[in-house]
């Protein structure tokens, strides 16, 4: 597989990468950490399975093609 890569890298093309990441807006973190006297505020989402899904390719050092699913 790499020597293929580095054959079409010579031809002057580029490898795409890929990648899917997926978050929950209800996710939340039970504990939490602040300086010493100061309280915590955050709002908890009430939706149940709302997910948003993020897709990125990346060609060279360049990131591209960003697109949010929900």
Do not use: W
Not at 37 to 48: A, C, D, H, W, Y
Not at 50 to 62: G, N, P
């Amino acid at each position: 597989m790499k020597k293929e890569l580095k054959l079409k890298e010579t031809e002057g093309n580029s490898a795409v990468y890929v990648d899917e990441c997926s978050f929950r807006a209800e996710s939340f973190r039970s504990y939490t950490y602040a300086p010493k006297g100061e309280t915590v505020l955050g709002l908890i989402s009430s939706q149940k399975h709302h997910t948003t899904s993020t897709i990125t390719a990346r060609i060279d050092s360049v990131f591209t093609a960003h697109s949010l699913l929900e």
